[in-house]
T-cell receptor, first 115, second 111 residues
């Protein structure tokens, strides 16, 4: 049973380009979460999705950032017109259901570097 | 904002027991206390979770006093591979699972 998969593991973009980060949840998991981690800091929640629906996007910047979790395929975090401040590690997690007794399993992360 | 406070860093030696205490003075009735471990260049990994008293699994123990305003993660006989950042979180039962991470405690285990 493969864990949460993210790709690419490393992504380099120039300012103004678009970044697309992919996350395949664990088999059977329909709840996906995206977090951002700046160097030497803890993870910050961005968005929570459940198959085709955005449940909570309170941590997502209002502009340039979007997320989706289509019926088929991985969840995508999209960052348009990237800026240097977007450089960070982006982690995806998945869970079987919502609730405190449903553990979130994290992927290895995508490290985005904006030149 | 993180709802927990924990030491920024700790040092230990192989074979010792390590106790990391976390303060959560404003913990809500429905909140559980959860600890995650993160190695460099990896995603966090769940360690243990509890509501009150003591919880033990194959990796660690979690001690929670009656007032639940603090908790202590206990790692028995640490090894070099336990060097990591340890995050203490409070998680609301049946909430949307938004995890709020603080700065964590950087544990350095020395030979």
């Amino acid at each position: 049973n493969a864990g949460v998969m993210q790709n690419p593991r490393h992504l380099v973009r120039r300012r103004g380009q678009e970044a697309r980060l992919r996350c395949s949840p664990m088999k059977g998991h329909s709840h996906v979460y995206w977090y951002r981690q700046l160097p030497e800091e803890g993870l910050k929640f961005m968005v929570y999705l459940q198959k085709e629906n955005i449940i909570d996007e309170s941590g997502m910047p209002k502009e340039r950032f979007s997320a989706e979790f289509p019926k088929e395929g991985p969840s995508i975090l999209r960052i348009q017109q990237v800026v240097r401040g977007d450089s960070a590690a982006y982690f995806c997690a998945s869970s079987l259901d919502r609730g405190v007794d449903n553990e979130q399993f994290f992927g290895p992360g995508t490290r985005l570097t904006v030149l | 904002l993180a709802k927990t406070t924990q030491p920024i860093s700790m040092d230990s030696y192989e074979g010792q027991e390590v106790n990391i205490t976390c303060s959560h003075n404003n913990i809500a009735t429905n909140d559980y206390i959860t600890w995650y471990q993160q190695f460099p260049s990896q995603g966090p990994r769940f360690i243990i979770q509890g509501y009150k008293t003591k919880v033990t699994n194959e990796v660690a123990s979690l001690f929670i006093p009656a007032d639940r305003k603090s908790s202590t993660l206990s790692l028995p006989r640490v090894s070099l591979s336990d060097t990591a950042v340890y995050y203490c979180l409070t998680v609301e039962f049946n909430a949307g699972n938004m995890l709020t991470f603080g700065g964590g405690t950087r544990l350095m285990v020395k030979p």
